[in-house]
């Protein structure tokens, strides 16, 4: 089953900024659910996406690689395959993403082509409930990375307080073990070891991802919106044949 599909998002830090991270692999695939990446070397990305179709579990096996990536235009090209690594299933996708600046600047807006072909089970589904399966992962997606992203703003600042605050402590107890008073001091100076440095706060590890896709969890409304119809048609044509039956029965 072929199929395009059109997303967006956006990300609060400047296109530059935007950049360096999407491209930052292993950082940011924890913010795609069911996603695990097993190596990157700057070109290829080889990795696993786990899928379940109500109580079966799926897990495609993969490698996707970056055919096109230009900083001036803030354009990049993702080619992906991969294969079931239990049945006979396949997926394979061409994403094209383009960054542009939102809000001043100071936000990106990330757009996103795809073009996908997938066989097996979640074929099943039909196109329409996969490219609303795809738009769901993609605000989730969306949703991790911006918390990633505040995540790390902010333990920036702590280590630039930290930094400071350091830098306070060792310039006071230097002042101590010289026992200068004020600038005009005459005191031998002594010489301490340095001071022990305070750990100061880590980044924050990218938001963990659900350990699979729940295809069923995340179109469920989806299903039952275009169950319904068939449910009344069916339930429409059993009233029929009890008609026709009990017209039989008569004659």
Known sequence: MAMEMDHSFTVPVPPDRAWDVLLDVKRIAPCMPGATVDDFDGEVVT???????????????????????????????????????????????TVRAALEPESGGEATSASMHTTMNVTGRPAQFGRGVMVEVGGK?????????????????????????????????????DTMATGETGPGST?????????????????????????????????????????????????????????????REKA
Request: aromatic letters at 2%; charged letters at 20%; a positive charge.
């Open 47 to 93: 990795g696993r996406i786990k899928v379940k179709v109500g109580p079966v579990s799926l897990t495609y096996r993969g490698t996707a690689k970056f055919t096109e990536r230009d900083p001036e235009t803030k354009v990049m090209v993702l080619e992906a395959s991969g294969k079931e690594t239990r049945g006979s299933g396949t997926a394979s996708a």
């Open 187 to 247: 005191q031998p100076s002594a010489t301490i070891p340095a001071a022990a440095s305070t750990p100061t706060t880590s980044a924050e590890p990218a938001p963990a991802s659900d350990d699979s896709i729940n295809l069923v969890k995340l179109v469920g409304p989806a299903i039952l919106k275009r169950a319904i119809p068939v449910a009344i048609a069916l339930g429409g044509l059993t009233l029929l044949v009890r008609r026709l039956f009990r017209r």
């Open 137 to 173: 992962l993609v605000e989730q997606f969306a949703q991790n990375l911006r918390q990633l992203i505040a995540e790390e703003g902010a333990s920036g600042g702590s280590n630039a307080t930290a930094t400071a605050d350091e830098a306070s402590a060792d310039q006071a107890a």
